[in-house]
């Protein structure tokens, strides 16, 4: 069997390395391509098939909600969770606040856009009157006399805790607007009512009655 030059050739043809140094370049750039696909394909399948929901934004607040406090006789000297008789003359703008606090309240129970929501959109004016004009905080009144206020000492000045509780009168006809009003702010945040209706007192610190000496007449209100 011939051997020479036919095993000769068989011999000196390129291995597959030989072939691979021959063409680096696009063997490795077709590595590369193929890298690339596979991780896009890897993505699709392992990645969610939605992404996750947002965060909800905070309810609209507008300033009126959050007046000014008053100087806190506390603030050097902090005992947390004793509760704190307030006085109403204190605060001039206290009674402002809670009318807005419980004209939102009520708005957004009956499913209409709140006072604040409008000034938020559109600043002062767009807040006065409901979507006929008609309803706005002066069609309530926390009458003379009825207001209790106190607060509970916390940790800091942001948590400091804020209530109050009222009855509410309210002479319009296209917004049902409950009796007894129980109102919370944390800090120096908003005014918010916290709860309404028969037992709203419920939610009050036990600690305040105790400071105010007596319970609030309002607080027997079925309304």
Not at 75 to 103: D, F, H, I, Y
Request: a neutral charge.
């Amino acid at each position: 069997m011939p051997a020479g030059p036919r095993w000769r050739g068989w011999i000196s043809r390129p291995t597959v390395t030989a072939w691979v140094e021959a063409h680096r370049r696009p063997v490795i750039a077709g590595a590369f391509a193929l890298a690339v696909l596979l991780g896009v394909g890897i993505g699709l399948v392992t990645a969610p098939s939605a992404p996750p929901p947002a965060d909800e934004p905070p309810p609209a607040a507008a300033p009126a909600l959050s007046p000014p406090l008053p100087s806190l006789p506390w603030g050097s000297a902090r005992t947390p969770g004793k509760a704190e008789n307030m006085s109403v003359q204190g605060e001039p703008q206290l009674r402002s606040a809670l009318l807005w606090a419980a004209a939102d309240a009520a708005l957004a129970s009956a499913g209409e856009q709140t006072l604040s929501q409008r000034f938020v959109a559109g600043g002062a004016s767009a807040a006065r009157g409901g979507p006929d004009g008609s309803f706005t905080t002066q069609a309530l009144v926390i009458p003379e006399g009825s207001l209790y206020y106190g607060a509970i000492q916390g940790v800091d000045a942001d948590s400091d805790q804020f209530w109050a509780v009222a009855p509410v009168q309210s002479s319009s006809t296209t917004v049902a607007v409950p009796t007894l009003h129980v109102w919370k702010r944390e800090g120096s945040g908003p005014w918010q009512v916290v709860r309404t209706g028969p037992g709203a007192c419920a939610a009050l610190p036990q600690d305040l009655i105790g400071v105010w000496t007596v319970r609030p007449p309002a607080c027997e209100s079925t309304s």
